[in-house]
């Protein structure tokens, strides 16, 4: 496949003014104010409140991870950096799981931040985030990374043999959520109602696939990566589908990508992680100038939930995740990681210690 973009990773030069509002370091807040130029103060702080771990900080807030690593020393971020292909963008626990066609295909199941980047540095990406959730094993962490890449396949552990079974059970089924909300008379809880220029686009999109529009509603989360970015659920005849805001993919954050070639990246990674059966049911859709991400609403498309997860099922899934990415990784360049346990292991240890002091509550 042919890659379309080229991360950057540049040592940011601009030197903020400090501030004092909040619990964190006021340099964390005068680097996400960059990293988020469209979104206040305020609402960065409440993201900030929301994240209540060093994980969920991680998964919240993954272009600053990228940020971050344009502040290791020179020889660590060249050894990073030189290993390239289609990546995740941000690979963690909760952005991988299964989605369902026909039967159950475990892969990334948020593709936000796919792009072209540094294949080590989505590899720190996925181990960094099970370090802060209490995974400790660089080494088998790494040489199930490998076996991914040597295109080797492993048994689903327990957990996800469990979360399987599950997908077949839903299939293609609304979940309780979404259907509680398609008959209600309003949208309200979490969603909102759309504005009449929304309702009307919607409609005629959804009148394009053939189907039967019924309503939209409108949804602005407050946490997770994507928050603050308005999404739309749109019920038809047949059931219900997401369009999804195209954000800024997290290794590119210096970088404006026109809405074509977003779309371009988007529907690589859906033609060489998704089978043929899902390409008809995921790709890139532009109304008024904007660019989503189209996905079906499906019981079946079950993800994992950190909190149900025992210690030897956190493990056990870090290693069949790390294998995936190694697979997912394989499709573009299969060439082995440059850095050696030990030094990936120092790798880890800085990103943690960094990570940890520059999200610490004051």
């Known amino acids: ?15 903020a003014d400090r501030i004092n509002i909040g619990a964190y370091p006021s340099s964390t807040l005068e680097r996400l104010k960059k990293l988020y130029p469209d979104q206040s103060e305020a609402f960065i702080q409440k ?3 929301n994240a209540k771990t060093p994980f969920e900080k991680w998964r919240s807030f993954p272009p600053y991870y990228f940020e971050l690593l344009t502040r290791l020393n020179h020889s660590q971020e060249k050894k990073i950096n030189s290993r390239r292909g289609l990546c995740a963008g941000d690979p963690h626990l909760e952005n991988f799981g299964f989605i369902y066609a026909s039967k159950p295909h475990f892969t990334l199941n948020d ?4 792009s072209e980047c540094s294949l080590d540095a989505d590899v720190l990406r996925l181990l960094v985030g099970y370090r802060l959730l209490g ?12 076996e991914g890449l040597k295109g080797t396949n492993a048994p689903y552990p327990q957990f996800l043999l469990n979360l ?18 398609a008959e209600a008379s309003v949208c309200d809880g979490d969603f909102s109602p759309v504005t009449d220029e929304e309702d009307k686009a919607l409609e005629d999109f959804t009148s394009t696939e053939n189907k039967i529009y019924i309503k939209a509603c409108a949804h602005l989360k407050d946490s997770g990566g994507s928050a603050g970015n308005k999404r739309f659920v749109v ?40 089978s043929e059966s899902l390409k008809t049911e995921y790709y890139p859709v532009t109304l008024k100038n904007l660019s989503y991400q189209r996905r079906p609403i499906w019981g079946g498309n079950s993800g994992i939930n950190q909190d149900e997860l025992t210690p030897k099922d956190l493990n056990e899934i870090m290693l069949y995740q790390a294998q995936t990415l190694g697979k997912l ?13 030990e030094e990936f292991e120092r790798t880890v ?3 943690e210690r960094k990570w940890r002091s520059e999200f610490a509550e004051q």
């Open 135 to 146: 995974a400790s094993s660089v080494t088998n962490f790494i040489l199930a990374y490998l």
């Open 1 to 15: 496949m042919k890659l379309i973009l080229t991360a950057l990773f540049m040592v940011a030069s601009a030197q």
């Open 111 to 114: 593709l936000d931040d796919v």
């Open 47 to 49: 993201r900030l409140d």
């Open 164 to 181: 399987e079974q599950d997908s077949m059970n839903k299939k293609t089924q609304l979940p309780k959520k979404y259907k509680k909300l």
């Open 329 to 341: 990784h394989r499709i573009t360049n299969p060439s082995p990681v440059l850095m050696d346990i």
């Open 235 to 274: 019920f038809h005849k047949a059931g219900a589908f997401e369009l999804k805001p195209l954000a800024q993919p997290a290794p590119l954050y210096q970088e404006i990508t026109p809405i074509l070639v977003r779309q371009e990246i988007f529907t690589n990674a859906v033609g060489a992680f998704y």
């Open 349 to 351: 240890e800085t990103i």
